[in-house]
């Protein structure tokens, strides 16, 4: 059959950026042990560079009455496969700005998660209106496999920057490397640009390894 009598292939889905698939269904990925949710002791931290220099925090159910927003958002693994039309429920970073403001001349944050994790995030990708703490997707609370309590969710970038079992958020002055940065990927997870690994990483893209 010559190729103008096969149906032609459909066109990509725009949303996708390059090198990534669609995905039915959301796989479970993560490295480490799945945490044992404590509602009595778990709580949620903002410090480093605050602009009253002190740290703030909130119980389980403090935490659950903050404000909520509804964000539609895509979800881009870089291993490539994609989420599309996603719709996250939670809290909005740019909440946990205005409840808890950064000091002048912080640059950037510092998300913690369970165990130790970490990702760092630019200030202005932190702000954005899209980045959620999310504690529900699409409609239905998150799983413990897919980080409940709360993960954050930043759509512009690929997933890893968004930890399940979010604990903290640090604000810092300068830029530091998270978990997954120190070991291969790149700084600033740019899927549009397919900003996966380090070596991949122009002169300003990330501090000094």
Do not use: I
């Not at 096969?6 to 039915?24: F, S």
């Not at 903002?46 to 964000?71: D, M, Y």
């Not at 932190?126 to 959620?132: E, G, I, K, L, N």
């Not at 969710?153 to 890893?160: E, I, S, T």
């Amino acid at each position: 059959m010559g190729q103008s009598e096969r149906e032609a292939d459909p066109p990509a889905d725009p949303r996708l950026p390059p090198g990534q698939r669609l995905q039915r269904g959301w796989p479970v990925l993560h490295y480490g042990p799945v945490p044992r949710f404590k509602p009595l002791t778990w709580d949620f931290q903002v410090f480093g560079a605050t602009a009253s220099a002190e740290k703030h925090s909130w119980g389980f159910e403090e935490f659950q009455s903050l404000p909520r927003v509804t964000v539609h958002g895509d979800f881009h693994c870089v291993t490539r496969f994609s989420m599309l039309g996603n719709e996250w429920c939670g809290v909005s970073a740019s909440t946990v700005l205005d409840l808890v403001p950064p000091a002048d001349h912080v640059t950037h944050v510092m998300v913690w998660a369970e165990y130790g994790y970490s990702a760092n995030l630019s200030l202005a990708d932190f702000a954005d209106p899209s980045t959620v703490f999310a504690t529900h997707h699409d409609g239905e609370p998150l799983t413990v496999e897919h980080g409940f309590p709360v993960r954050l969710v930043v759509p512009k970038l690929y997933a890893w920057k968004g930890p399940k079992w979010v604990r903290a958020v640090e604000y810092m002055r300068a830029d530091r490397r998270g978990f997954w940065e120190e070991r291969g990927y790149h700084n600033l997870a740019d899927p549009w640009a397919e900003k996966r690994y380090s070596y991949q990483e122009e002169p300003g893209d990330g501090p000094l390894r």
